[in-house]
């Protein structure tokens, strides 16, 4: 997954996400079993280096936490406008590079700035085994969470969005109103090869 393939709708559409390009996709479980694909390593990278998960650049097979760990780098960059590991050059170890970056910086350092469920989501993508299913409610309630002191006025939380964006600043939900509170996970840091 990377920025360029979501699309947003316009007009009275322009509250969906339009996702295009499956190009690289593939499904992970076999069709006619539906047993898990195999846990496999040494693979090369395939996809954009900049949004891809540790394990891909670790030359592991990619699953489905793979596709939420990429979604968390892609929100981290609308948010932040960039990620750390942007402007490496060097094609031919700008994968190398990018991937030793990744694993350099926490969860905690690339969210600085943002709010807290920006950085659940990463921590609970990397927290995932290969064949493990990922808990779509949680990611769902996390992110529909943060966007509930904004219910009613869609102008003000985009608003905060391309603010929270550009000034890379905390910014706390509106004081007169409650937010729901957001499930927590245990510290993780990028694990590697998880293979679980």
């Known amino acids: 997954m990377k920025p360029n393939n979501l699309l947003i709708g316009v007009g009275p559409r322009s509250h969906r996400i339009h996702v295009i390009d499956f190009g690289l996709s593939y499904q992970y479980r076999d069709p006619e079993t539906n047993i898990h694909i195999p846990y496999r390593d040494n693979l090369p990278l395939i996809g954009t280096a900049r949004y891809a998960s540790v394990n891909a650049h670790n030359g592991i097979e990619h699953s489905r ?22 402007g490496i050059t060097k094609a031919e170890k ?23 469920e920006f950085q659940l989501c990463l921590q609970y993508a990397c927290s995932l085994g290969f064949s493990e299913r990922p808990n779509y409610q949680y990611l769902h309630d996390l992110f529909s969470n943060l966007r509930q002191p904004y219910a009613n006025d869609d102008s003000e939380f985009l608003t905060l969005s391309v603010a929270l964006g550009r000034s890379r600043v905390s910014t706390s939900p509106p004081s007169n109103s409650t937010k729901t509170q957001t499930p927590s996970l245990p510290q993780v840091h990028r694990p590697q090869g998880n293979k679980s």
């Open 65 to 86: 936490r793979d596709d939420i760990e990429s979604l968390a780098y892609i929100l981290i960059y609308f948010m932040h406008g960039c990620l750390p590991w942007e």
């Open 94 to 116: 700008s994968q190398a590079v990018i991937g030793k970056k990744k694993l350099a910086i926490t969860p905690e350092v690339l969210c600085e700035g943002l709010p807290a």
